[in-house]
Every structure is written in structure tokens, then in C-alpha cells.
């Protein structure tokens, strides 16, 4: 195993003060996300949102930026979750693509909550972001500021020049494959599991090598047949 953020000392258990502030912000995430989904997102006011969970707008301000992050906070705590763990990852001689693709599972697993609540926020998430451009741009203006930050420490854990292009390459990768596993999760018919993405996401990731060696003319042209990394993830299923 390479990645290994579990070896941080574990989080002190957080004050009333502290479950306060995650009570409002989970309440203003799911409030955001019903009301958004039933009547659009400009069809709804900061000033209805508030009423609705009884805050005020400066209690809103102190969690969120904007409506556009209250939206897509489900997707963000997971990256930042990544963002917060390449501090602690534990590379070796492992290719550093391999470490942040174990490292986002891991940090995908932490989401699982056993009730299915995260599952609901991040489908609605990413049927709001599909029809809402300025939820769909946030989201794009979050990932480059996180993968420029993951970039910065991968640079300088791994002691490369901050002009390698390596690390940015390695993590786009994976954030390309979490997308894709993202989409073809969401078009599933039926309820969507957590375990179900996860499983996308594996699948995500031993598609990348042929993703980098296909070429046009049939399926596998210029792939050679499965490589062996996406044979054994093919087995492992």
C-alpha cells in the first residue's frame, strides 16, 4: 500500500460550537440542493434559502461563498479531502499517479456515511452543474485552484522544478478518470450506491494506459490488447 493518509494523527473530536457549524452547513447543502432541483437555481434568492433553514445571510456567508459553492460543496469536500491527504502520502518508488489514485479512493471511502446522504448531494450536484452554468463554471474554477495547490505540494514533496509538468499531468489524469466514472454513474438506471462509484472509479482508472496508447480504426488499434494493469483490475472485479 502507497498511500497512506490514515497515518495523520486523528482529528480531535470537534467542540459543540464546531457541530453547530456543520449542523447549518449540512442543512443549508441539503436545503440548497431540494430547492434548487425543484425550482431551478435562479428560481430561488439567497434571501429564500436562508428563510428557508432560518439563518441569517451573514450566517451564510460565514460557510459559503456563493450559491454556486453551496451547490457543489458535496464534490468539494471530497477534493479537499484529496488536497489535505497529499501532505501526508507516502510515495516510495510507487508511480505517483498509482499513490493519488489509491489516495482518492480513500478519500471517497470517507464519504461513505452508511445512509446513503452524500450519495443523494452528489447526484443532485452533478444534475444541477449539467443544466446550471455558473454551478458548472464554479466547479471549474474549484478544481484548477485545488489541482494547482495539489500540483505546488507534489512538487515539493517529491522534490521536481516547479516547471515539471509530471504531477499536473498525473492528477489530471485522475481527475479525468473520476469524472468519467462520475458520468457513467449518474446515467445508471435505479438507486445509486456508493460502492457503485467506487466501482466506477476503479474502472476509470484501469482504462487509463489504453486511454494514453489507443488509436483510431478499431477499438483496440495500437492498444496491443489489455494492458497488464487493466487486466488485473478486469480480474479484481
Known sequence: MTADPSSASAPEKPSLRERKKLKTRAALVDTALELFTQRGF???TLDELCEAVEVSK???????????????TPLETLWNGLRDD???LS?????????LEEALLAALARMD???????????LTQELAERTP?????G???CDRTSAVVEATLQRRLGLDHGDPRPRLALDLVVAAFHAALRAWTSKPGALTHSDLAAELR??????PGAVTFSGGSPDAGAGGPSEREARGRAGR
Open 86 to 88: 497529499v501532505e501526508h
Open 134 to 138: 455558473s454551478i458548472a463554471a464554479y
Open 140 to 142: 471549474f474554477q474549484y
Open 58 to 72: 451573514r450566517t451564510f456567508f460565514r460557510n459559503f461563498a456563493s450559491k454556486e459553492q453551496v451547490a457543489f
Open 42 to 44: 435562479d428560481g430561488v
Open 203 to 208: 474502472s476509470a482508472f484501469t482504462a487509463i
Open 113 to 123: 456515511d452508511g445512509g446513503g446522504a452524500w450519495v443523494t448531494r452528489v447526484r
Open 91 to 99: 510515495f516510495g518508488r510507487a508511480p505517483v499517479l498509482e499513490v
